[in-house]
């Protein structure tokens, strides 16, 4: 779904001259509200405002014909808002309503209370922007509790990860409790490694992360090593896991690794039969997520991760796809496509090479560096481009 489409008639002329004018994408923002038939905030009705001009424009063009107006189009039209008064790059071709609906959760992955909708409370469903530095795009889109956004924008963090992961570990060493309304020490350590799967970080700062909270849909995890930790942890999730870490085992290069390996998957092995055979989905995932709060769990992963590099972890993980091993219903993108359209400030280091995406529900392929857990076949490269890949990064289409 295209970020405004327009039919071929003529504006009024105060339109035209506000879309030429210095700001199109406000203009174009107001335009869709009018669309839709939504009104935007009041701040921004002004006739001075792009948005309130687009919005004016708009109801003039359209009348009493409307397009469907739903939740997830509201959302779409209040991020693309927010971006816009952020002064932030808004990937346009793959956010729409439709991803916004699919990246849509019941629980929070943060704070773990269920999330509603659109009450005004501290559980509200909120789309994150997980790394504050890269545009509104997808695979850097997770939907949390307006309370775990509001920490995350907070003064002290402001979306700055090195800032969050300070304020985390602050909580975990000190005595005193939170205060009313405020994340606990967990959450604070979740928010941060749920963040940190969307921003690039040497190989040996991101082995040290603790897997406190999976990847949730359609958020890429763009470090090698962490990849390999979603993928570890995920075994555990379906049946038939004793076959696939044979085959895993047999895929790690060295015997010391393999051995690190081995007591590795053991241990984890043994807090997942700690859960019983009875759990929910649910369960089951926020049980996988606190087992990494174990020391133990945390020191012989850090054995493993020692004795690999980014180059290793990313050659196992393209291995075990291509021999069915991988579970969860991962997919595996080339560098160029896991960030395409996040306007990063300066390229991500050439040894953060593939991402890890949650199920898509899109027939996955396998192709440069991309790794799929349904299929091993390989795609021309006409087929397996990515919309948007030929365009400039994140920006909103502007009026015309």
Do not use: K
């Not at 009024?12 to 700001?23: C, R």
């Not at 469903?125 to 509790?145: F, H």
């Not at 560098?335 to 890890?356: E, H, K």
Request: net charge positive; with cysteine.
């Amino acid at each position: 779904m295209a970020q405004a489409t327009f039919e071929f008639s003529p504006l009024p002329i105060h339109a035209a001259q506000a879309a030429t004018g210095l700001d199109a994408i406000g203009f174009a923002i107001g335009w869709d509200h009018a669309h839709h038939r939504v009104t935007p905030p009041l701040a921004h009705l002004d006739g001075r405002n792009p948005v309130g001009q687009g919005w004016t424009a708009g109801r003039a063009a359209f009348g009493e014909r409307r397009l469907r107006t739903t939740a997830a189009v509201r959302q779409w039209l209040a991020l693309r808002l927010q971006a816009w008064q952020e002064g932030a790059d808004f990937e346009d071709q793959q956010v729409n309503p439709a991803f916004l609906a699919r990246i849509d959760a019941d629980v929070c992955p943060v704070s773990r209370v269920p999330l509603l909708l659109a009450t005004g409370g501290a559980d509200d469903a909120t789309a994150l922007r997980l790394n504050t530095a890269a545009a509104y795009a997808a695979g850097n889109l997770a939907v949390v509790s307006r309370q775990v956004a509001h920490a995350w924008g907070a003064e002290g963090c402001r979306g700055d990860w090195a800032a969050a992961q300070a304020r985390a570990a602050a909580l975990a060493e000190g005595p005193s409790a939170p205060a009313e309304g405020e994340l606990d020490a967990d959450a604070w350590q979740r928010l941060v490694v749920l963040a940190s799967f969307a921003t690039p970080l040497p190989h040996a700062q991101a082995a040290l992360l603790p897997l406190r909270v999976l990847p949730p849909n359609r958020v890429r995890v763009i470090n090698p090593v962490q990849a390999l930790q979603v993928m570890l942890t995920l075994q555990f999730s379906q049946a038939g896991y004793a076959r696939r870490l044979l085959g895993l085992a047999a895929l790690v290069p060295g015997a010391e690794a393999r051995q690190a390996f081995q007591i590795f998957m053991h241990t984890l092995l043994a807090r997942r039969l700690a859960v019983g055979p009875q759990a929910t989905p649910l369960e089951l995932r926020q049980a996988m997520e606190d087992t990494w709060a174990d020391a133990l769990v945390q020191r012989r992963w850090q054995r493993l991760a020692g004795r690999l590099d980014a180059a290793s972890c990313e050659t196992l993980l393209q291995r075990a796809s291509q021999r069915g091993l991988v579970v969860g219903g991962g997919r595996w993108l080339s560098t160029d496509a896991a960030t395409d359209g996040w306007a990063l400030p300066v390229p991500v280091p050439p040894a953060v090479r593939p991402a890890l995406q949650r199920p898509t529900g899109r027939r996955p392929v396998h192709q440069s560096g991309t790794l799929s857990s349904r299929s091993v076949l390989p795609m021309p490269a006409a087929l397996a481009a990515r919309p948007g890949s030929e365009r400039s990064c994140g920006s909103q289409n502007a009026a015309s």
